[in-house]
């Protein structure tokens, strides 16, 4: 069965320090893997997206990780500020399959 | 350009009743995908709408239904309420793909429901 676990479930940082949130999942055959950032109450915004041969993908102050063998990605976030308090979905897909296998979220609590 | 549109945004109704969600894709795409978003979880796939097609459907009851128009609108309809039902559904759409792969997903803001 495809699954995809993120942690921390949530976390709490102040403005301007870093974070790192991690995606583990167990997709196969791997195609990509798209973290997406939602705000309360609206729709996911993707930020990043990465295939098999990428292992690094930066959206201005979110960079992406990707170590396809251990099947292991991370999300990390540069002197955050008070617009990233949000919900961090990772996302995977498989080749050959329209669907999408979605992680549960980080919920990420930035405070001034 | 206007993205992912969804309606209504709110939405409160009482167990049993019946309801009907909206969702325009962006223009130039041809598939149309449903998610159920309970509180503090990922999103749920319900449903995948190719070209009118139903192209997939998730692990939800039958009180749960979907089409899609010629316009490649679509809407979720959904039948005697539970209060579970209770969630934010969402709208994504992307563009033509081959058979069987996926495309980057563009979501709609969400229809928020309440079931009473």
């Known amino acids: 069965k495809n699954q995809v676990e993120q942690s921390p479930q949530s976390l709490i940082i102040l403005e301007g320090k870093n974070c790192t949130l991690q995606c583990n999942y167990t997709v196969s055959p791997f195609s990509n893997l798209r973290w997406y950032k939602q705000d309360t109450g609206r729709g996911p915004v993707s930020l990043t997206i990465m295939t098999f041969s990428e292992n690094t993908k930066s959206n201005g102050r979110y960079t992406a990780t990707l170590d396809a063998d251990t099947k292991q990605s991370s999300l990390h976030i540069t002197a955050s500020q008070l617009s990233d308090s949000a919900s961090y979905i990772c996302?995977?897909?498989?080749?050959?399959?329209?669907?999408?296998?979605f992680g549960a979220g980080t919920t990420v609590t930035v405070r001034a | 350009d206007a993205g992912v549109t969804q309606s209504p945004t709110h939405l409160i109704k009482t167990r049993g009743q019946q309801v009907t969600l909206r969702c325009s894709p962006i223009?130039?795409?041809?598939?149309v995908s449903w998610y159920q978003q309970v509180l503090g979880q990922g999103p749920q796939f319900i449903f995948q709408?190719?070209?009118?097609?139903?192209?997939g459907r998730g692990n939800f009851p039958d009180r749960f239904s979907a089409r899609q128009f010629p316009n490649y609108s679509s809407e979720l309809n959904v039948n005697a309420l539970l209060l579970g039902d209770s969630a934010l559904y969402l709208c994504a759409s992307s563009l033509p793909s081959p058979q069987g792969r996926a495309d980057t997903q563009y979501f709609g803001p969400g229809t928020r429901l309440t079931v009473l």
């Open positions: 996302v995977v897909s498989a080749k050959n399959d329209y669907k999408l296998s």
């Open positions: 709408y190719y070209e009118k097609e139903e192209r």
């Open positions: 223009s130039g795409h041809k598939s």
